[in-house]
């Protein structure tokens, strides 16, 4: 698990509540600047495999492996200093600021802005932002309260916010939710953009979004790893098909 490429290594993680176990001896590698598309029906054990990950749930058996070092037991604060971000369900921007200073605090890792209660010192990492601005097709609506964004919009911003952190990993947990078709596939394109530069973990049920992501597929079913495949080969796998599609 200390390959250069691998990023990630969640080896054999058990995470028991009260005898209940969200994740039971689950698997899965992630190399570095790869896509990686985790699906399940609903309480698979996905979102639970994210806050295993970034260590707001804790592993009972197992563990996590990230460059090399095993985060299993750190808090989430160290997690995140050391190169992972998520992304939740819900978007979850600071609605009172425009969709500019949301990237620049996100932007600015050591966290200066909590002192200041401003963003006049983040002036360094600007062009990085405008940057982002233009891959979240934002660019020409900087200035909006990021209250007063369409829902999609909000959702893409904060998937800005989380590229803004540099994170060598992004979690990404339904990016999707609550989006229309046409969106779907514009955060699709965004997503897939992303790759070489940060890994990406993404988590979803939509087919149609993770079959326009075209990224490595894994099955979780039951807190335990069930398949990992292509799209097409995860499409017509008769076990996948049985617990996942319901058929
Ligand atoms: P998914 O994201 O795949 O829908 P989750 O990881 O949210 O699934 O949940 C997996 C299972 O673990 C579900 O049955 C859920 O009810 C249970 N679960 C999640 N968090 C907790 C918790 N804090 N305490 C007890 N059970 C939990
Ligand atoms: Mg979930």
Redesign the pocket.
Known sequence: LTEPHLLLAVDGVTVD??G?K??NGFSLTIDRGSLRVVI??????????C?TIIGR?RATDGRVVFKGEDITQLPEFEIVRRGICRKFQTPGVLPSLSVLDNLLIAAQKDRRWWRSFGVAEAVEEREKVDEILETIGLADRSHILAGELAHGEKQWLEIGMVVATDADLLLL?EPTAGMGPAETSRTADLIRGLQGRHAVLV?DHDMSFIEQLNGRVTV?HM?QFLKEGSVAEIRKDPEVAAVYLGR
């Open positions: 509540f009260d209940f969200a994740l399940g029906p609903n309480g698979a054990g996905k979102s639970t495999l806050d749930v947990d988590i979780m807190g």
